[in-house]
């Protein structure tokens, strides 16, 4: 990351790609009758339009370079934080939708881990540590998800 507004340009992205996709997760779970696990999905969309918002708001003053999908540097094809694509399939099990959702959380904590560790500018590693943190608690909740499946206790998905 040479900028913080390089830095928000990719959070920005990331977070938008991972609220579009938990949410088609979530219309895919609710579409074959999985509603508990069409809540987490729906949940994590939230969460993922919740850090969109701050990027932006953070990025308010500031002018964010526009980048085409092929200007992003992300360790992979996709950004760190889309969940499988394949995971739509109406027919996936609550534990495979669990593992991928999981997959996806621990990628978007692993990008913003890497840019903490690696960048020198204070402000893009205050950035990043805060991210960080976010992307962990959701981790750390699906986890607790995964560990109340396979115990065959019913999920906590509130409303």
């Not at 390089?6 to 996709?21: D, S």
Request: with cysteine; charged share 25%; glycine share 6%.
């Amino acid at each position: 990351m040479q900028s913080v507004e390089e830095f928000l340009a990719h959070a920005i992205e990331l977070e938008k790609e991972a609220a579009l996709r938990f949410g088609q997760l979530a219309d895919a779970m609710q579409s074959c009758g999985n509603v508990e696990v069409s809540k987490l999905f729906r949940r994590l969309a939230h969460y993922s339009q919740l850090h969109l918002n701050d990027a932006r708001e953070r990025a308010g003053f500031r002018d964010i370079p526009e980048m085409a999908a092929g200007d992003f540097s992300w360790p992979d094809i996709e950004s760190p934080e889309s969940a499988a694509i394949w995971a739509a399939d109406p027919f996936i099990g609550r534990e495979e939708a669990l593992q991928v959702a999981l997959a996806a959380e621990s990628a978007g904590l692993a990008y913003y881990t890497e840019v903490m560790n690696t960048t020198t500018d204070p402000e893009i590693r205050a950035f990043a540590t805060e991210f960080s943190e976010e992307e962990a608690g959701h981790v750390q909740e699906l986890e607790r998800w995964i560990a109340l499946h396979q115990s065959g206790q019913a999920l906590p998905t509130g409303n």
